[in-house]
């Protein structure tokens, strides 16, 4: 009898899909309302076949090397896989698969979101009307920055990238600059996006949004040096990744004004938040909710779902990534 572990909580839509296409499987699922530590992982899904994890789960090599031989397959609830150990996965033919796609317009959603509510400082706003603060329409109250003609930079050429230079584009007249490995010629075409190196996109963007994945190599991509290159009256977005960003080096430049304002949905040390970061006025901060819409969340439990019905069936899995 094959063996499921899933280490959360997940919608009824992934449940169902795995109770019908495989009805004599076990499927255990963390009992507690929290992210399990490594040796509570190691412990709960000692003995499974598949692996159903989430992006805050540290699949690493300890823990695929523990599981494995049985371990065939980790279905992650999440498009980015930095907390896989994916060479491992491959030296022990595990099969990773992850969601790409279906989150690809909620998490725009988000950036977009985070752009405006930074730029038109909507959330200060709330809280002020909230503690009864609000005196009256005055002609220098709460002035922001417009957002329409301004110059986005898009940090990461991939499909959420994309949604977001697009909206910004066709919704807001934004210019817009973009840094990738690589030329996108549907970027330059479409989008009349211009290609630049970091240092120049971060110097002329009024709003930097990250959607690169976080590797070795984008690890404190946006340190003090890259902070201090941005417009004083520039924005920093990010729903890509916490460390793609120095947290403490962005505290430090948002409470001397070195940059205007700051929208975040991920952080370095997830869920703390960097020492200063939640007293500042000046930055928007979510709880890691770019792909938290009911259809999305129920969609990614279908494909985790799909991808370990796929493999425990002899079948090749639709998003595999290792
Ligand atoms: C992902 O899929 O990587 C997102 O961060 C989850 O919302």
Redesign the pocket.
């Known amino acids: 009898m094959a063996s499921i572990f899933i280490t959360r909580a997940v919608p009824d839509a992934a449940f169902e899909l795995l109770r019908r296409e495989l009805p004599d499987a076990k499927i255990s699922i963390n009992p507690h309302d929290r992210n399990l530590s490594h040796g509570e992982l190691a412990e709960a899904a000692a003995g499974a076949d598949a692996l159903i994890c989430t992006?805050a789960d540290p699949v690493d090599d300890a823990l695929l090397r523990a599981l494995a031989p049985r371990l065939q397959v980790v279905a992650t609830?999440?498009?980015?896989v930095n907390n896989i150990a994916l060479p491992t996965a491959r030296e022990l033919g595990i099969a990773v698969c992850?969601?790409p796609d279906v989150?690809t317009d909620a998490?725009a959603e988000i950036a977009v979101g985070l752009i405006l509510a930074c730029a038109r400082r909507m959330v200060e706003g709330d809280k002020l009307m909230r503690q009864g603060e609000f005196g009256g329409w005055a002609p220098m109250f709460m002035r922001g920055h417009g957002v329409c003609g301004k110059t986005v930079g898009i940090v990461g050429a991939g499909r959420i990238g994309k949604r977001v230079a697009r909206t910004m584009r066709m919704g807001f007249a934004c210019p817009l600059l973009y840094h990738a490995r690589t030329a996108h010629a549907d970027w330059e075409d479409e989008l009349q996006a211009e290609r630049t190196g970091l240092d120049e996109l971060l110097a002329r963007s009024d709003f930097v949004s990250l959607h690169c994945p976080l590797t070795p190599h984008t690890k404190h991509l946006i340190d003090s040096a890259a902070l201090a290159r941005m417009k004083q009256t520039a924005f920093l977005i990010n729903?890509?990744?916490g460390p793609v960003v120095d947290e403490s080096a962005l505290v430090a430049a948002l409470r001397d004004r070195r940059i205007a304002g700051a929208g975040l949905d991920?952080y370095e040390n997830e869920p703390a938040l960097a020492p200063g970061l939640a007293d500042l006025d000046n930055v928007v901060l979510l709880p890691?909710?770019?792909?938290?819409t009911h259809e999305v969340r129920d969609e990614?439990g279908r494909m985790c779902a799909r991808a370990v019905i796929a493999v425990l069936t002899g079948q090749e899995p639709a998003h595999r990534v290792a």
């Open positions: 992006l609830y999440a498009v980015g992850n969601t989150l998490t729903t890509a990744r991920v890691h909710i770019g792909s938290a990614m």
